[in-house]
């Protein structure tokens, strides 16, 4: 499990610029399907042919990043954001450029030289250690993208490395293609691995608008309610995969979720019910298509959500990905 | 004022998803009504006047779902954390809620008592996850019946206060009301167009059901009766209307000119008060609908509504009324230089 | 060379977001001669359709009609006319400018107080706009109501002229700059299929561009703009966003999209082989018409062309007409090339 899942999160990949990534995917699932595509935008579309409704289930295969803007006369970057990033996470934090340039970020301290008082875009800035402009100049361009430094803890079954958003999504997927009992799906299955997600849910927008599922599943990261005084939330790590309820875009189809759940009783898989009061997933966006979909979403818990340190348990991954399948299958 | 028709509709609970519960009520009432009633997948309801030679389609548009809170946890002595996004936590304090797990339980919500209160933190709101629903149950009991993720209604209060009604979920079941008591009064009239009503789900979360059943019914243009905010005390007549001066007609860049037009000289020729509600968004379907697929001409009839989001939204009756009265008059006048003018517009 | 009557015309053009008639009739008149196809759709965006019979990519040509203003929302007993804003508008940029209201294009003021009649502490404190009124000289409700009444679109009283060689200011040059080329640009011949959108209602959220590409979805669209160029002084050099005379404002990200990286990239060697200058868009601000056309249907590929201009969603700006031109050459020879 954890050599894919670390492959994964050191594919770069942010919002526009998801090939590595979806070539890792395609490497792992094309013997497994009967067709593989990449439509207009960019998603990555693995057809499983089956008799009864069309089942749609995605996983977002960008990650949050940054961009660079300026490069200024003696060779730092300022950038901008690309998707959520959480400015407070951002300074002392290393980043890697697509060329493999990697640099650290700090900010600029003449008004609060030891501690960072508000962390604001405007004020940070990015060392590659060039040492002058026209150095820097050599090693990235204005429009360069850029992501928090791979990294990869493994503890008991805890992961912490960036980009768990979404790419334990991603390989709960590949995961449920790979083990998946073809045969009994009860599916026509499309497995879309969707691009853009954290800067609009765009893949996932034109994707269903082509394929027009009549249901549709996110399998997305989720928050928890597990750390030293955190925000109560009834989500925790190791207590299984979370059907989600509702989240801050949408209430999820409740014939899904019941189906879920029913599913998870039935074959005795420990899961968690996700009520989330802030983000939203592909789902929304399949959700609101054409003449709509049911939509929900099976999610991961996970701490530390778009920083560098994302944290999941590789048993609600597990459950995540027996879920599905008992769900497909039947 | 079909008094108990407004009272079932804006009694039951139809949260956003589980609108449902509503669906029967207004079948029942629209029965005889229309031509054919049916229950959509994404939880709207539509009912269907055929027009004569109904080459075009209306849409009139109310939505059945209503605010409510979501179960977010539950405490080892058997308390209830809640969350809602649409109501203000101030007016949690002190009442009565129903929970619908398995099936409904009543709670409340109560504060600490006046000997543990600072005269300081009098003054600030609880915040929604200091608030608790108390079912005088223990863990264990209460798990039987609620899980985190069921729903929270307000406890029903509809009264009749002075020429107003007041009840939760008046927003927008009095827009539903509205309709329904139209499409009675054109019985033995046939608009030039087809009247499709329909009754939209999850408004409140992100126009679901507007945007989904506009692109499967394709009306060629809309109308939307919701609520809109009413003056009361801390609410000037510069952000709300008056009471008793009629339905509010909305004006702005996001509604088409030739209906907002139209139904400004409707309520003109048929002596209907009303008032202009000049802005950028109407904050209602409308907004969903107007951007489905090639674009859908839209405007918004709103009834003015005070408290708006708590248990106890008020309307006066004659603006309800009012605005049966208006949609009415205006069907009626649908013409063919109206249509035409509708498209030569564009 | 530009046609600066047209960019003239329609800089001084009525078309506050909601009703952009005014900028509508004027293009229809302008291009009709040049195209096969015209309409307007439910949502009043203008569509023109060349060459649709030719083979290759559709080509879209995109920029949004409407400017920002204001709305009349109350009068009060006197006739002074309050309001709401249209789009982005900074309060404090309102202060003491003439306007032009509503369909009987009656001239107004935006009144402000005398600075004898100010406490100390007013002095350094904005006015909110629902604090301010427009006056037209009326002496009462009911006057003011029959020439202006509720609802009312708002513009601010501007005239184009050259303020120095080569150097034009006036109103709404966000974005009838980009209104200008696009309806240049279709005088020419390509041997593409062109279809032109001129949206409305982009100020307010992008609402024409949500439903302009459904009937007529294109493969690749270029949306052209009236960006904004912060080359004032004290502004930080990363902050500029674009500067005049630099060239056309190429965006990779705004707020609300990520263009095309090929076809930008493809953008960017066609200027490098004509020598046109063209600059990156250097702040991630604003969004545009090109994030909605994106997401119609199954997808579009899309780019992003600015000329820059300082002091836009305010009454005056400037821009440098050689960036116009470029901008319009830029467009020009990225579509030849095809």
Known sequence: ?330 | MEENLLKELTDKFSPSGGELSVHATIKRELTGFADRIDSLKNGSLVAIKKGFPGKCSLMLDAHIDEVFAIITGITEEGFLRFFSESIDQKIFPGIIVIVHGRKPIKGIIGIKPAHLVTEEETKKAIEINELFIDCGLDKKDIEEIVTVGDFVSFNSSFSKIGNCYSNKSFDDKLGAYVIIEALKKLKRTSPLVNIISHFSSQEEENFYGAITSTYALKPDFAIAIDVTHAVSPGVSADEAFEIGNGPVIFVGPSVDRVIVNKLIKTAENFNIPFSKEVDIFSGTDAIGIQTVQEGVPVAVVSIPLRYMHTPVETADQSDIENTVNLLTQFIGSIDDSFMEELYGEH | MANIELIEKLSNAFGVSGDEREVRNLIRETIKGYVEGIFVDKIGNLVALKGMEKPGPKIMLNAHMDEVGLIVTKIDEKGFLFFKKIGGLDDRVLLGKRVIVGEKRVKGIIGAKAIHLQQKDERNKTIEYKNLFIDIGAKSKDESEKLCPSGSYVVFDTQFEELSMGKYIGKSFDNRLGCAIVSELLTEEFNFPVIALYTVQEEIGLRGASVGAYNYTPDISVTLEGTISADMPEIKDHLKVSRLGAGPVITIKDRSVITDHQLREKMTSVARKQNIPFQFKQVVAGGTDSSKIQLTKSGVKVLVVAVPARYIHSPVSLFYMEDYENTKKLVREFIKSM
């Open chain 1, 1 to 330: 499990m954890e050599d894919l899942i670390k492959k994964l999160v050191f594919a770069f990949g942010p919002s526009s610029k998801e090939e590595a990534v979806k070539k890792i995917i395609r490497a792992e699932i094309e013997q497994e399907v009967d067709e593989i595509s990449e439509d207009k935008f960019g998603n990555l579309v693995a057809h499983i042919k089956g008799s009864g409704e069309k089942l749609m289930l995605a996983a977002h295969t960008d990650s949050i990043g940054i961009i660079v803007t300026d490069i200024d006369k003696n060779g730092f970057l300022r950038f901008s954001e690309i998707g959520g990033l959480r400015k407070s996470f951002l300074i002392g934090q290393k980043i890697l450029l697509e060329n493999g340039i990697e640099g650290y970020v700090f900010y600029e301290d003449k008004e609060s030289p030891w501690e960072v008082k508000e962390p604001k875009m405007e004020k940070v800035f990015i060392d590659i250690g060039a040492t002058n402009k026209a150095r820097a100049k050599e090693m990235v361009q204005i429009g360069t993208l850029g992501v928090y430094l791979p990294n990869f803890i493994r503890n008991d079954s805890r992961i912490i490395a960036p980009s768990m958003d979404d790419r334990i999504g991603v390989y709960v997927l590949i995961e449920v293609i790979k083990n998946l009992k073809k045969r009994k799906s009860r599916f026509d299955l499309f497995f879309v691995f969707t691009t853009q997600e954290e800067v609009g849910v765009k893949g996932a927008k034109v994707s269903t608008f082509e394929i027009t599922p009549d249901l549709g599943i996110a399998v997305d990261v989720t928050f928890s309610g597990d750390t030293p005084e955190c925000k109560p939330m009834a989500l925790s790590l190791g207590n299984g995969p979370a059907v989600k309820v509702m989240d801050g875009g949408m209430i999820a189809s409740k014939e899904i979720k019941d189906e879920l759940i029913k599913t998870a009783k039935q074959e005795k898989i420990s899961y968690q019910l996700e009520v989330l009061t802030g983000g939203t997933t592909d789902a929304y966006a399949m959700q609101l298509t054409k003449s709509g979909v049911m939509s929900g979403a099976v999610s991961i818990p996970a701490r530390y959500v778009h920083t560098s340190g994302e944290t999941i348990d590789t048993n609600d991954v597990a459950g995540a990905i027996n879920l599905l399948k008992k769900y497909i299958e039947k």
